[in-house]
Nanobody, 124 residues
Framework: VQLQAFGGGLVQAGGSLRLSCAAS????????MGWFRQAPGREREFVAA????????YYGGSVKGRFTMSREKAKNTVLLQMNSLKPEDTAVYYC??????????????????WGQGTQVTVSS
């Protein structure tokens, strides 16, 4: 399974961006998918996760209410709509996929596949 993330860029505080992550290869083996982010000098942080069927989502406390994750199963794609962006949202954002069909993990160690990351920069 290969994951490729798109949509990062530079935006002013208060603005919006939408990230997408496309899966290819043995996509039938993918269960939950998630987004994580890592800012310079900081540990990787959980952002959002969605289950296999797309009807359960979880969000990290710092993004809850501002970010929305969705899943387009037919396209093997997940989206992350990011609104009301803040400078502290600046990071490299990674998408990840889990092989298990059950659950919606928020722990990065439960994910099996990772994309290359896309930079999001929010200016003040």
């Amino acid at each position: 399974v290969q994951l490729q993330a798109f949509g990062g860029g530079l935006v002013q505080a208060g603005g919006s961006l939408r990230l997408s992550c496309a899966a290819s290869g043995r996509t039938f083996s993918i269960g939950a998918m998630g987004w994580f982010r890592q800012a310079p000098g900081r540990e990787r942080e959980f952002v959002a996760a969605i289950n296999w069927s797309g009807d359960i989502t979880y969000y990290g406390g710092s993004v809850k209410g501002r970010f929305t994750m969705s899943r387009e199963k037919a396209k093997n794609t997940v989206l992350l709509q990011m609104n009301s962006l803040k400078p502290e949202d600046t990071a490299v954002y990674y998408c990840a996929a889990d092989k298990g069909l059950f659950g919606t993990p928020m722990n990065e160690y439960e994910y099996d596949y990772w994309g290359q990351g896309t930079q999001v920069t929010v200016s003040s």
